[in-house]
Each structure stands twice: as C-alpha cells, then as structure tokens.
C-alpha cells in the first residue's frame, strides 16, 4: 500500500506537466522515450528512491549540447 502511494505522489508531478506545460512548449526532447515517459518508466521499473535518481541524472542530460538517442531506464 505505501509503495502504491509513493508512486503515485512522485509521479503526480509528471502528469501535471504532462497536463499544463508539455502541450505549450511542443515536442522538444531530444531522448526516446521523451523525459516524462522515462521518469514514468524508471519509477514504475525501479522504485521511488532510485526512479526519482534516473529521472534527476536523465534531465540534467536534457540540454541542447548533449545529443539525445534511445536511453531506457
């Protein structure tokens, strides 16, 4: 049961940007899956604490210099 709402309260956040923010700045990520998708597949896969992990290593990746690719989590 906690591990449920630990899930759900982390990935809270990436719904509402999914939701609010993502349809106003248009398709921009350079990585497939897109930044929102991986961070969902990363807490699904591996847990709050070391899904919150990937998905702080993935965006600090997201940025014009580096050159995106395929990267799973």
Not at 4 to 16: E, K, M, R, V
Not at 36 to 54: D, E, F, T
Not at 67 to 72: H, K, M, Q, W, Y
């Amino acid at each position: 049961m906690l591990k449920t709402w630990g899930l759900w309260l982390a990935s809270l956040p990436i719904h509402a940007y999914r939701v609010a923010i993502s349809p106003l700045l248009g398709p921009r990520c350079r990585f497939h899956p897109t930044c929102s998708a991986y961070a969902l597949l990363a807490l699904k896969r591996h847990g709050v604490v070391r899904g919150l992990w990937l998905t702080a290593g993935r965006l600090l990746r997201c940025h014009p210099l580096h050159p995106g690719g395929v990267d799973e989590p």
